[in-house]
């Protein structure tokens, strides 16, 4: 594969440099001229955390091959703010708070620099219009959308420069105030270093070789061809962990890689550490596993009834957790309730799509302290796994938690650290694992998908008697959060309601699909969406209006919750207005209105997703014509 | 992945053919690039080895155009972003910048070529239908005992159905030309799961030419994708608008027309309703935009459909 040669002027500066022919821009930038304020989010055109100026037009860089990049003239996010003195862009993004996890950030920062220059007087819906190859998943746009009109209006003396400052505040004085973020400099400018965007001298690549079956018995496995190539460091299997396996939030049931079987698509079952990715690619194609594969079960229903596979011997009935609550007497509730109203809610698996793939570095210091660099959500318990699984004292493992480039919940899995151990302690050198977008997806937790059967007993007035509600979960393969996100789908199921009888039951059950995890609200999301629509319906059984059926039945202050919490203070009064009056509610039950209603299309709604804001001047000039 | 041994970036057709035939059996011709390389990744194509990539996107044959008030002609590797921000071009194809700002994005439409989005030849290919209401042919060039010969078709001829073209071994699509309808109002209809970065469930692209009053219709073009295995030419509707009166009912009666021909594996239902809808829509902004007699059109259909 011969070298190619790239001349091109890259942030003001010559460069003349060889590359490999496959090599796509974004490769070229990171990793040979350590330009990593552009970030790969998904490497496939979707997410714009890639963009960068050629010729002066922003393009991505994971759709550009690096040939295209000879002799054009470059500029990357670093350029903006070379000498340390942010852009007036970049300005703006720290005074509105566009930054939270900040991994969208340098690209955002790149896509409104583009906008403005495109059209300095763009308004929002053009700024909408011309981000929209750009994702953010945590910041939420509002922002973002906030600093790009400011920074159009400091550029074109609409507003004093002064408008970029921060607001003043006394001393110790923050709540209630708008405070800028310590970090927002380092993340606007792409000078944050996440997991993905660390090297170390000497450093090793690593690649993971994946289950393709989604239970399956391992027959063997044969690595002696990959560890014989050139390049390749070290190769692992579950057969290198030298103490007791598995890791978990609440149950230690998954092994580092699989061990024996794997139980869904994606697990881990080797992996190996070389030169470079593409040596640890060739490498992962030229280990042999024989798989045996075993009868699967994909539906937790199935997983549920006698004689279905069993995903883990600790568990013959695949229940990996049950949690009940009982509160009154149900059914006699329901017999002296006035109405009683049954349902079924389903609610499906859902990947946090934090713009930050998983990513780890790992070494062994000169102590000999195994030390991992990682985005992880949950570093202690990480570290006190890892001390057991790899069978060294506390003191001889570390773990350094690297910039969280979003995470929701999807990062507290130790799904890939023990491996990078395993390969920093095998070939002493340190190691890198930077997640595909797809690996992330196919091997990382999803938010539980949910089946729940709701009965609740109602009196005309209104008030809840009685609440059955029963919810099994997916869990997927292996145990992760699950038990902690049925537990509080238990405890906030029946709402923040003061009802007197009360049965909940969740179930996670162990299935052979991607496991689930915690993601944001961790199960009150599932049981809630339940509980509510529930109550809509019922609010439509008694004639009642939405709001008000809420208000019969809010715990009040001093109120007792279903799992015996007392509580002070009870916001939802406060809540429920200021969501009735945000939402000019039309009050009345919901079908009170017919097709139509008054309280939709107002000035202040927002109108139906579309595009063209761009052309809005040419229409209006063409009705004036 | 895409793993290529070569990279070669001719600055000439003659030059193109000369590595084609160098690499017989081991290229794959790129311009923009924008859909190989998410293609040779994990659940698509996965890690694809090819030898020699041939980018065609700097012979500039392929990125010259012409444009005149008869005719426009376009090398096949002019990125879609120039249907926006080029005004002779926009002014020649009146539904071409809304096609192409519900095309991916800002910047990838600065990458994508319009041939790279024809030769394709997905059924939802947004370009495509574009094109085809202006009777686009397409230019074919092939190298023959050391010269450059040449063919032509119509576009609706040369997509053949998903992934599937006229287009032969050895063979390069180098340019595309159709009618220059500056006198026509242009509109181009979109639907898919988000706004921008999708691809199209039903698009479609309207054309209309009214009379001096814009009262009747002179002439109507029609193309639509997303609801079969390649973008359609919809003749009969055009026919049935020709020489028409410009109102609700017979708008309304066009919209019909073409609901039966949605064929497409998933989602017909939907698709129809999308059909009927957009109809009405296209033919009403692009009839607004060719200067329609405010009174022609119920008010109703305005407030529906613009």
């Known amino acids: 594969m011969p070298d190619i040669r790239i001349e091109a002027t890259i942030n003001g500066r010559k460069i003349a440099r060889a590359a490999k022919p496959h090599q796509r821009l974004i490769d070229f930038l990171r990793d040979d001229l350590n330009l990593t304020g552009n970030k790969e989010g998904c490497g496939a055109g979707e997410c714009g955390t890639c963009s960068v100026f050629v010729d002066g037009v922003l393009m991505k860089s994971c759709l550009m091959p690096v040939a295209k990049a000879h002799g054009a003239t470059i500029d990357t996010v670093e350029s903006l703010a070379k000498t340390g003195e942010l852009s007036v862009l970049q300005q703006a993004f720290h005074k509105a708070g566009a930054s939270q996890c900040g991994y969208c950030i340098p690209g955002m920062v790149m896509a409104a620099t583009a906008a403005l220059r495109a059209n300095p007087f763009a308004d929002r819906e053009e700024i909408k219009e011309r981000l929209g190859g750009n994702i953010c998943r945590c910041t939420g746009y509002q922002k973002i959308i906030d600093a790009v009109e400011l920074a159009r209006d400091v550029q074109n003396g609409r507003l004093p420069a002064a408008a970029l400052a921060e607001e003043e505040h006394a001393e110790g004085d923050f709540i209630g105030k708008n405070v800028r973020r310590i970090d927002a400099p380092s993340k606007v400018t792409g000078r944050l270093k996440y997991a993905g965007d660390m090297t170390m001298p000497g450093m090793l690549h690593v690649q993971v070789l994946r289950s393709p079956h989604p239970h399956a018995r391992i027959v063997s496995i044969d690595t002696t061809a990959a560890e014989v190539m050139a390049g390749v460091e070290g190769v692992i299997t579950a057969a290198d962990v030298p103490g007791q396996d598995g890791f978990g939030v609440f149950v230690n049931d998954q092994p580092v890689m699989a061990r024996g079987k794997v139980r869904y698509v994606g697990e881990a079952v080797a992996a190996v550490a070389a030169e470079d990715p593409l040596t640890a690619k060739r490498a992962l194609a030229a280990i042999k596993v024989v798989y045996e594969p075993l009868p699967a079960v994909f539906d937790p229903f199935d997983a549920m009834r006698p004689g279905a596979p069993v995903l883990h011997d600790y568990a013959p009935d695949n229940i990996t957790k049950h949690i009940p609550i009982r509160v009154g007497d149900v059914e006699k509730g329901f017999a002296e309730s006035d109405l009683v109203v049954e349902e079924n809610y389903s609610t499906q698996a859902i990947e946090h799509a934090y713009l930050e793939p998983e990513a780890g570095l790992a070494y062994v210091d000169p102590d000999g302290v195994v030390t991992i660099v990682s985005p992880s959500q949950n570093i202690t318990h990480h570290r006190h796994m890892l001390a057991r699984i790899i069978a060294k004292p506390i003191s001889k493992v570390r773990f350094i938690m690297s910039p969280v480039g979003g995470g929701f919940g999807g990062k507290e899995d130790m799904i890939y650290q023990g491996m990078l151990a395993l390969l920093a302690m095998k070939t002493q050198r340190p190691v890198r694992l930077v997640f595909t977008r797809e690996e992330s997806i196919a091997s990382t937790a999803k938010r539980h998908p949910s089946r729940t059967t709701l009965r609740m007993g109602l009196m005309r007035d209104g008030r809840i008697n009685a609440l059955a509600l029963k919810m099994i979960c997916d869990g997927g393969a292996y145990g992760l959060s699950t038990e902690g996100v049925m537990r509080k789908a238990a405890i906030l199921g029946a709402g923040p309601y003061a009802i007197p009888n009360v049965r909940v039951d969740t179930y996670g059950i162990y299935t052979n699909n991607t496991p689930s995890g915690a993601f944001r609200s961790f199960g009150a999301l599932q049981t809630q969406f339940a509980t509510e629509s529930h109550l809509d319906i019922c609010a439509e059984r008694l004639g009642l209006d939405p709001f008000a059926i809420r208000r019969i039945n809010a715990l009040r202050d001093g109120g007792m919750t279903h799992t015996k919490q007392k509580l002070g203070k009870v916001s939802l009064a406060r809540v429920l207005e200021a969501a009735e009056k945000a939402s000019g509610w039309e009050a009345g039950a919901p079908n009170s209105r017919g097709g139509t209603r008054g309280d939709l299309d107002r000035v202040d709604t927002r109108p139906p997703v579309s595009l063209g804001a761009r052309f809005a001047g040419e229409d209006k000039q063409e009705a004036a014509e | ?306």
């Open chain 2, 1 to 306: 992945m895409l793993i290529c041994d070569e990279y070669i970036t001719p600055s000439s057709l003659a030059d193109a053919f000369a590595a084609m035939t160098r690499h017989r059996g081991r290229y794959r011709v790129v311009a923009g690039c924008t859909d190989t390389l998410p293609w040779a990744r994990e659940g698509r194509a996965g890690d694809v080895e090819i030898p020699v990539l041939i980018d065609v996107s700097r012979i500039p044959e392929l990125i010259a155009r012409r444009v005149d008030d008869k005719r426009v002609r376009l090398g096949a590797a002019t990125p879609v972003q120039r249907f926006l921000d080029v005004p002779e071009l926009a002014r020649a194809l009146p539904a071409g910048p809304r096609c192409a700002v519900w095309f991916a994005d800002d910047q990838i439409r600065e990458q994508a070529t319009v041939g790279g989005n024809i030769v394709n030849a997905s059924p939802a290919a947004d370009v495509t239908p574009c094109l085809i209401a202006h009777d686009a042919e397409v230019e074919l060039a092939r190298s023959e005992n050391g010269a450059v010969a040449r063919r032509r078709m119509s576009l609706t001829d040369f997509v053949q159905g998903p992934g599937r073209t006229a287009l032969q071994e050895g063979e390069l699509l180098t340019a595309i030309e159709c009618d220059a309808l500056p006198a026509y109002g242009g509109s181009f209809e979109k639907v898919g799961h988000r706004r921008s970065l999708v691809i199209s469930v039903v698009c479609l692209a309207a054309l209309v030419k009214l009379d001096a009053q814009g009262r009747r219709v002179e002439d109507a073009r029609l193309s639509i994708a997303g609801i079969g295995p390649k973008p359609l030419r919809l003749s009969e509707v055009e026919n049935f608008l020709r020489g028409a009166p410009l109102d609700t009912g017979r708008l309304e009666q066009a919209a019909e027309m073409p609901v039966a021909l949605v064929a497409s594996r998933t989602r017909q239902e939907y698709r129809r309703d999308v059909v009927r809808g957009f109809m009405l829509r296209g033919l009403v902004n692009a009839a607004k935009r060719a200067g329609a007699d405010p009174a022609a059109l119920s008010a109703e259909l305005e407030t529906a459909y613009a």
